[in-house]
């Protein structure tokens, strides 16, 4: 019997699709986690930088997200309206706003160190598993930069 030939435009084929799923999938499980801490996906995100480094301007937490200030500064007044950040503007250059964390956002942290946990066991897969797949996504991600920013 002939082997069936795969249609290219079929969804199942389609690497988009499947990355696409797996990243709903994968904001679905961190909704519940994040649920208990008050933060939306987004947040956390933002939350996670900020914890890295205090003090960032908005466009310099911009670039680290890769998100453009339009989709950032609403984050960033729900935030501050919860309490865990403050925006103000840098005494050095008024037009640049610099993001600081609040004594509840820097004890969020702690509460927080049980999520990269929880999701590895959600997974199903090992610590060195998780490395792999990540530095593999991070490779796809970084060619399609390089190739966009040749174009």
């Given at each position: 019997?002939?082997?069936?030939?795969?249609?290219?435009?079929?969804?199942?084929?389609?690497?988009?699709?499947?990355?696409?799923?797996?990243?709903?999938?994968?904001?679905?499980?961190?909704?519940?986690?994040?649920?208990?801490?008050?933060?939306?996906?987004?947040?956390?995100?933002?939350?996670?930088?900020?914890?890295?480094?205090?003090?960032?301007?908005?466009?310099?937490?911009?670039?680290?997200?890769?998100?453009?200030?339009?989709?950032?500064?609403?984050?960033?007044?729900?935030?501050?309206?919860?309490?865990?950040?403050?925006?103000?503007?840098?005494?050095?250059?008024?037009?640049?706003?610099?993001?600081?964390?609040?004594?509840?956002?820097?004890?969020?942290?702690?509460?927080?160190?049980?999520?990269?946990?929880?999701?590895?066991?959600?997974?199903?897969?090992?610590?060195?598993?998780?490395?792999?797949?990540?530095?593999?996504?991070?490779?796809?991600?970084?060619?399609l930069n390089a190739r966009?920013?040749?174009?």
């Amino acid at each position: 019997m002939p082997k069936k030939r795969s249609d290219p435009l079929h969804l199942s084929e389609q690497l988009c699709f499947s990355l696409y799923s797996a990243v709903h999938a994968l904001q679905r499980t961190y909704r519940s986690l994040l649920e208990d801490l008050g933060l939306t996906y987004p947040q956390y995100l933002v939350m996670l930088v900020l914890w890295e480094e205090e003090g960032l301007t908005v466009k310099a937490l911009g670039d680290r997200l890769h998100l453009d200030s339009g989709t950032l500064t609403p984050l960033l007044k729900r935030l501050e309206a919860a309490g865990l950040v403050v925006r103000a503007r840098d005494p050095q250059d008024e037009r640049q706003v610099r993001i600081g964390l609040t004594a509840p956002g820097r004890a969020l942290r702690t509460r927080a160190e049980c999520i990269p946990r929880a999701l590895l066991e959600a997974s199903g897969r090992t610590p060195g598993e998780i490395q792999a797949l990540k530095g593999e996504i991070l490779r796809f991600r970084d060619a399609l930069n390089a190739r966009l920013e040749s174009e």
